[in-house]
């Protein structure tokens, strides 16, 4: 009987061990890639050099110098790019370092921490502010993310007048909540009653500390069975908005534009006073169209442009 070689059975054992610890950590290695492809991420983005200064402040921060906003820049582009070629879904809000030193005064956090700026971060993108990164060059982005936290505040403005207005003192109905289901109804009436093609809706409502502004995308097809096409969550804010108009009974404005293929464009026109809705005429609507908002001017017709009046969309409440 030949001789038994263990060490060749021992170095063979240790080899089949090492190749199985190998394998087992590239196994693992790759399901926490994997698994991190489905962990979304939120970047902050400083909106101007001044809020990227503020920043500068803090040792922890990666930049020092106040000068260096368009590298900054360069290397949250590069940041946001890495994440779109892992697959990894990347929201981008708007970091503000006032709002970042309240928080940390209200949490009793030390602001000069890379952990605390992550969960400022990560709670931005839960207020709903924030946009989903689609591969913008990070100059565009910086608009559109001033646009949305607009937007955001504007809602959140809006919401907090509609509880403040209180019940009726006659019926001990809840004001703002009969105000928002009017504009709904309001808003599906002239999305219903429009030509068919693609609408745009401006609501302005003067308030007293600022100037309460939505806007609505909407695209309608003429069927009666289909719903209007709307853009995000535009609906909600429009609604919103026009509420507040209605429940604070003051004054405002709603123009609807549609546009469709082989037509003029066609622009109608609403006020609101006291609690209601009120169709313009049509040479009312050609008059405001018509006239320099800041100094009262006339301005000439826009070409291709049908002004035409107003139609019923709002019953009135209650309350109105």
Same mark, same amino acid.
């Given at each position: 009987?030949?001789?038994t070689?263990?060490?060749g059975?021992n170095g ?8 199985t610890?190998?394998t087992s ?9 994997t698994l991190?492809r489905e962990?979304p991420?939120t970047?902050?983005?400083l909106?101007?050099?001044e809020d990227?200064?503020?920043m ?5 921060f990666?930049f020092?110098?106040p000068?260096?906003y368009?590298?900054?820049?360069h ?5 946001l790019?890495s ?7 990347t ?6 370092p006032e ?8 949490h ?7 952990e ?6 990560a709670?931005l993108?839960g ?18 993310l ?7 505040a504007t809602?959140?403005? @809006?919401?907090?007048?509609l509880?403040?207005?209180g019940?009726?003192a006659?019926?001990g ?6 105000s928002?289901?009017r504009a709904?109804a309001?808003l ?6 429009a ?6 809706l401006?609501?302005s ?7 309460l ?11 009666p069975e289909?719903l209007?096409?709307?853009e995000?969550?535009?609906s ?14 003051g004054p ?7 546009? @469709?293929e082989g037509?003029r464009d066609?622009?109608h026109g609403?006020?609101?006073?006291r609690?209601?809705l009120?169709?313009?005429?049509a040479?009312?609507v050609?008059n405001?169209?018509?006239t320099d ?7 000439a ?10 139609y019923?969309?709002d019953?009135?409440g209650?309350h109105?």
């Amino acid at each position: 009987m030949p001789p038994t070689n263990h060490a060749g059975t021992n170095g063979n054992s240790s080899t089949r061990t090492s190749r199985t610890s190998r394998t087992s950590r590239t196994n693992s290695t790759s399901r926490r890639r994997t698994l991190r492809r489905e962990v979304p991420s939120t970047v902050g983005l400083l909106a101007d050099a001044e809020d990227f200064a503020a920043m500068c402040g803090y040792r922890s921060f990666a930049f020092d110098q106040p000068t260096d906003y368009p590298d900054y820049l360069h290397h949250v582009d590069g940041l946001l790019r890495s994440l779109a070629a892992q697959a990894i879904h990347t929201t981008v809000a708007l970091f503000d370092p006032e709002e970042y030193a309240d928080y940390c005064a209200d949490h009793g956090l030390d602001p000069d921490t890379a952990e605390t700026r992550t969960r400022f971060t990560a709670e931005l993108a839960g207020a709903g502010a924030g946009l989903p990164y689609a591969g913008q060059p990070v100059d565009e982005l910086v608009p559109l993310l001033v646009d949305e936290a607009v937007r955001q505040a504007t809602w959140e403005y @809006a919401t907090t007048l509609l509880t403040q207005v209180g019940s009726c003192a006659d019926c001990g109905e809840d004001i703002g909540q009969a105000s928002f289901e009017r504009a709904a109804a309001a808003l599906r009436r002239l999305l219903a009653d429009a030509e068919p093609g693609h609408h745009h809706l401006v609501c302005s409502v003067p308030t007293e500390t600022e100037q309460l502004v939505a806007v609505l995308h909407a695209q309608t097809s003429g069927d009666p069975e289909a719903l209007p096409q709307v853009e995000g969550r535009q609906s909600l804010d429009f609604v919103t908005v026009l509420a507040a108009g209605l429940a604070l009974g003051g004054p405002g404005g709603l123009v609807l534009r549609s546009t @469709a293929e082989g037509c003029r464009d066609r622009v109608h026109g609403w006020r609101l006073d006291r609690g209601r809705l009120t169709a313009l005429s049509a040479a009312a609507v050609f008059n405001a169209y018509c006239t320099d908002a800041d100094t009262g001017d006339p301005v000439a017709p826009e070409p291709g442009v049908e002004y035409c009046p107003g139609y019923e969309v709002d019953d009135p409440g209650p309350h109105g």
